[in-house]
């Protein structure tokens, strides 16, 4: 897939999976939750205020034809709920509407009714840039403040399992850092020619690493070339990872704001998909990270899907 157009009709032509969203009082949320379904792409579950969710849709005209609404006044309670929801295998993918980031994050993360795995959760954005010839993923730009190397091992699989959805059987991950020679003051650096020797090595499998690598020379063959850096990676990046979350947020927001890029983006590392989207991202972005949610459930989650659809 090279676009978010594949993105979509992929969606479509896979089964109709269903979304519970979290609080979803919100007319971005409402606005893509009424463009997915009439696109075929999901089936929603919505948890919230319902007289604010009845008024909001009525008020700007939105459609809530083939949608569930759960009437939960408290927020917090509302998240809780919509996690379960995906616990219990009543829903495929969960999805944060108009309530903060950690209350989501908690629910997630709940030991009874949450979606723990054991693995480290992160962010995972997936670009489809004008100029840019394929699609970009970028890690981990939104939850992962300063990971450490054991983090950072992490965060390369979960980001891995996204690509693999989408089609990169073997994702390129370029390690970005300000320079491309090892420098001790700076641990990026240290952490990026770590990486690389554990990806040679076999240690982190079914990917090439190389880093530290200036964000030119990961996705720029030219720029590459002329400061004579080889490799299957330099040119060819398919994913980025960022050294911490402040140079992660700030190419993902120049990447959208200058470049132009259409984004969807999703939490993994959980048992499931977590649609995790800023409260002003525009609706066409929250409906691309739900298509892309539920390509990626559907991609490795099929089997507890396929179970709960023969049910039904």
Do not use: W
Not at 20 to 44: C, G, N, T, Y
């Amino acid at each position: 897939m090279k676009n978010f157009s594949d993105i979509l009709q992929m969606a479509k032509e896979s089964p109709c999976l269903r979304v519970s969203v979290a609080v979803a009082e919100d007319a971005e949320v409402l606005e893509s939750v009424a463009a997915a379904v009439k696109e075929d792409i999901a089936q929603f579950v919505l948890f919230g205020n319902k007289e604010r969710i009845r008024d909001l849709a009525e008020r700007e005209r939105i459609s809530l034809n083939g949608t569930e609404v759960v009437n939960i006044r408290d927020p917090i309670r509302a998240c809780r709920e919509a996690v379960a929801s995906v616990n219990k295998g009543d829903a495929d993918v969960v999805m944060k509407g108009m309530v903060s980031t950690k209350d989501v994050l908690k629910a997630v993360l709940d030991k009874d009714v949450g979606l723990r795995s054991g693995k480290v959760l992160s962010h995972v954005a997936v670009f489809d840039m004008p100029r840019y010839d394929r699609l970009l993923f970028l890690t981990d730009a939104a939850m992962n403040i300063a990971p450490t190397l054991e983090n950072k091992i992490q965060i390369i699989e979960n980001a891995a399992v996204i690509c693999r959805a989408l089609g990169v059987q073997r994702p390129k991950v370029a390690c970005v850092a300000a320079v491309e020679t090892i420098n001790t003051d700076m641990s990026a650096t240290v952490d990026a020619a770590l990486l690389s020797k554990m990806s040679e090595r076999g240690q982190i499998k079914d990917v090439d690493i190389d880093g530290p690598l200036g964000l030119d020379i990961a996705i720029s063959l030219e720029a590459a070339e002329h400061k004579g850096v080889g490799g299957k990676v330099a040119g060819n990046a398919d994913l980025l990872l960022v050294p911490n979350i402040e140079s992660g947020n700030i190419l993902y927001k120049s990447m959208v704001y200058f470049a132009g890029a259409r984004v969807g983006g999703l939490i993994a590392g959980a048992k499931a998909p977590v649609v995790l989207t800023s409260r002003t991202d525009t609706h066409e972005s929250k409906l691309y990270s739900i298509a892309l949610a539920c390509v990626v459930a559907y991609q490795n989650f099929n089997q507890g899907i396929m179970k709960r659809m023969i049910q039904a």
